[in-house]
């Protein structure tokens, strides 16, 4: 009959000896001692010129048809804005389908199904401006997941798992860019991952493989001979809405002031 | 078709994916839990400050708020998109997350009104205990109610005056700790739209506390509308009672108790509603004032789009009209009815105003988006998401208050 005495002794012994083994795990985090080794892995960042972009929306299709995102819903990972500034300083701004067959209509969709018509003589200046998850630097749609199914991986990329997201839709409103939806066919949060599978593979997106123009480019920001890196170093970049402290990480060329 | 497609209309320009993704059952919940932070805090008020002239509604609306409290959690499952992984909020929290606390204030807060509950009647269920057991050949429901009963008690037998009177320091002690926990289970609700930096209507400090004192002021309205029914209920069940049993009190009696009873908790409405209103108009100014980016399309939305349900429904039909209601002299028990019913709507409209308010507007400040609420619904998602999944969440508590009432007399004196 073991007595009280020696009964706790004991529990105290091999809890002890079980602390060493569990302590090691602090000892050897792999992450840290990856971080302690100084290699880094990449940071993927996204380049955008919309002076190059002609909003044919190949980029919308492209990311369709890789990501299936059913082609007929009315969601997309990414989407192209059609900017129209009038002489009257009013900004006219469409995206009919996420812009996925371009923009067959000349006039603006102000919803319901109809066009504002905008005489030619009247357009100061118009643009287009392709969008896509910003991949910030502090998300907030990580944040405020109540289950932790949304997280960003060591290389920048904020990623959905589709198995645990309860569907709450928290992180569609914490967006301030508007890139998350309910995916039609899983009815989970629904993001642009960067083509996550693709670019870990050393390819590119499937938007940026997509675009003709080569307004589109993905990066990695740790590499400093990386083409995208030494043209956010070294130019005129400039990020969207930055006032939300989201530290956006898909950078714009030609951004201008009337961009939403 | 899209999650949310069924139900938006679009309006100028806004993202390709937005819709109005929170719909009514997001309006339900705050609202849902509103009104059990208020009804617990009302029978705080007698068992913790002792304000003796709320007795008559204490208990009643202890009870109502234990009914409420399931009910809080319906309309959150029934908005999932996966709701059967809904128990992972509780299993796995994401603690930066507002809506992770869920789990854990809401189950404390659960034990915390349980428990009060068990002290409060602990009495009457020891003596219906024993009765049924002194009942020699039961019949199955009364076995099933000794079984119920007995198991209820938790052993605990003894209820001399001593014993009693720890009960009720017991309560006392668990109502003040409920307080906080109660406007914690609330306010932190307002903390889930507040914290929302990407949207304009929905971000500030202020949200929780105005959640807390519209809360109280909706639960407080639910008791007396409901301790006006029940009364009036008893009233007709006397009097077709009064002749068989002599022992049960008079109309008058019950009238003149209604009528005190309902006459002190309206003045209690009245003062968490000064509060609600005050600091409401304070964010409304503040906005305007400070006029930040945003302020040019909260203005369309709240002076034109929005107007009537903002300034004719809430603030004029559900907070001024009730208010003058009131303030009248000679409170009677049909406008006290009609001023909590009037105080109900408007506190509805104020969660409608935000949750679906707050999305009324592209977060490209650019479009408007108008949600159409599902009447008559025609698939799973319209039934959940509209007027009959609303009416499912209005309904329940009202059901297992009926339940609760059984087991747990509201209107039997114990004490």
């Known amino acids: 009959m073991i007595s009280r005495r020696s009964f706790c002794k004991k529990s105290l012994l091999i809890a002890g000896g079980l602390a060493i083994p569990l302590s090691c795990l602090e000892l050897f985090d792999p992450k840290r001692l990856l971080a302690e080794k100084d290699q880094k892995g990449p940071r993927w960042v996204f380049l955008v010129d919309t002076r190059k972009c002609v909003g044919c929306g190949f980029c919308v299709k492209g990311c369709k048809v890789e990501n299936e995102v059913p082609y007929d819903a009315n969601v997309t990972r990414t989407w192209v804005e059609r900017y129209v500034v009038t002489s009257d300083g009013k900004t006219h701004i469409d995206s009919p389908k996420g812009a996925r067959d371009g923009f067959p209509n000349k006039g603006i969709d102000i919803g319901h199904g109809k066009l504002e018509e905008i005489k030619d003589d009247d357009i100061d200046k118009a643009f287009f401006v392709p969008k896509l998850c910003n991949q910030c630097d502090n998300p907030p749609c990580v944040q405020v997941c109540p289950v932790g199914a949304t997280y960003q991986t060591a290389d920048g990329v904020v990623l959905v798992d589709r198995s645990w997201c309860i569907g709450c839709g928290y992180c569609i409103m914490g967006c301030p860019y508007g890139v998350r939806f309910f995916h039609p066919v899983f009815h989970v949060a629904e993001k642009c991952n960067f083509c996550y599978h693709r670019i870990t593979k050393g390819m590119q997106t499937a938007c940026v493989d997509s675009c003709a123009f080569g307004a589109r480019r993905v990066g990695n920001l740790r590499d400093p001979e990386d083409p995208v890196t030494k043209i956010i170093m070294t130019e005129r970049v400039n990020v969207l809405k930055e006032e939300y402290g989201t530290k956006p990480q898909v950078f714009y060329l030609g951004l201008s002031k009337e961009v939403k | ?415």
Request: hydrophobic content about 55%; charged content about 15%; some cysteine.
């Open chain 2, 1 to 415: 078709m899209v999650h949310g497609e069924a139900w938006t209309i679009k309006e100028f320009f806004t993202y390709p994916n937005e819709y109005i993704y929170w719909t009514i059952q997001i309006v339900m919940y705050p609202f849902m839990t509103g009104l059990v932070a208020g009804a617990f805090v009302l029978s705080s008020l007698y068992h913790v400050f002792g304000v003796k002239q709320l007795k008559g509604i204490a208990r009643f609306s202890l009870v109502f708020s234990f009914a409420l409290l399931p009910v809080a959690m319906l309309p959150l499952l029934m908005h999932l998109q996966q709701p059967l992984r809904g128990i992972e909020v509780m299993m796995t929290p994401h603690f930066t997350s507002a809506i992770a606390a869920f789990g854990i204030v809401f189950s404390t807060y659960g034990m915390i009104v349980a428990s009060e509950l068990w002290f409060v009647f602990r009495k009457h269920f020891v003596e219906t205990a024993l009765g049924l057991k002194a009942i020699e050949g039961r019949s199955v429901l009364q076995q099933g109610q000794y079984l119920l009963f007995s198991v209820l008690t938790l052993g605990a037998y003894d209820i001399s005056h001593e014993a009693i009177e720890a009960d009720e320091r017991a309560v006392k002690k668990l109502a003040a700790a409920g307080i906080p926990v109660a406007c914690f289970l609330h306010g932190y609700a307002g903390f889930i739209f507040g914290s929302v930096k990407a949207n304009a209507l929905w971000m500030t400090p202020l949200m929780p506390v105005i959640f807390i004192c519209s809360a109280v002021v909706s639960g407080i309205a639910l008791c007396i509308l409901t301790y006006i029914l029940t009364m009036e209920i008893r009233k007709q069940l006397a009097r077709r009672h009064r002749l068989a049993h002599p022992e049960l009190p008079s109309m008058e009696e019950l009238k003149s108790a209604e009528a005190h009873v309902v006459a002190m908790t309206s003045r209690y409405l009245l003062m968490f509603m000064v509060a609600a209103i005050t600091l409401e108009l304070l964010d409304l100014i503040f906005r305007g004032y400070t006029a930040v980016k945003s302020w040019d399309i909260l203005r369309s939305v709240i002076y034109e789009r929005d107007f009537v349900n903002i300034f004719v429904v809430q603030y004029g039909l559900g907070n001024l009209v009730p208010f003058v209601l009131f303030l009248i002299p000679g409170l009677t028990i049909r406008r006290a009815a009609v001023g909590s019913a009037l105080v109900l709507l408007g506190v509805f409209m104020m969660r409608w105003n935000v949750v679906i308010g707050g999305q009324a507007f592209s977060s490209s400040f650019s479009g408007f988006m108008h949600y159409v609420m599902p009447l008559w619904p025609d698939s799973m998602e319209t039934l959940k998401e509209g007027l009959v999944g609303a009416l499912i969440v209005a309904g329940v508590p009202f059901g297992l208050f009926y339940v609760l009432n059984k087991v747990m007399p509201v209107f039997k004196e114990t004490h």
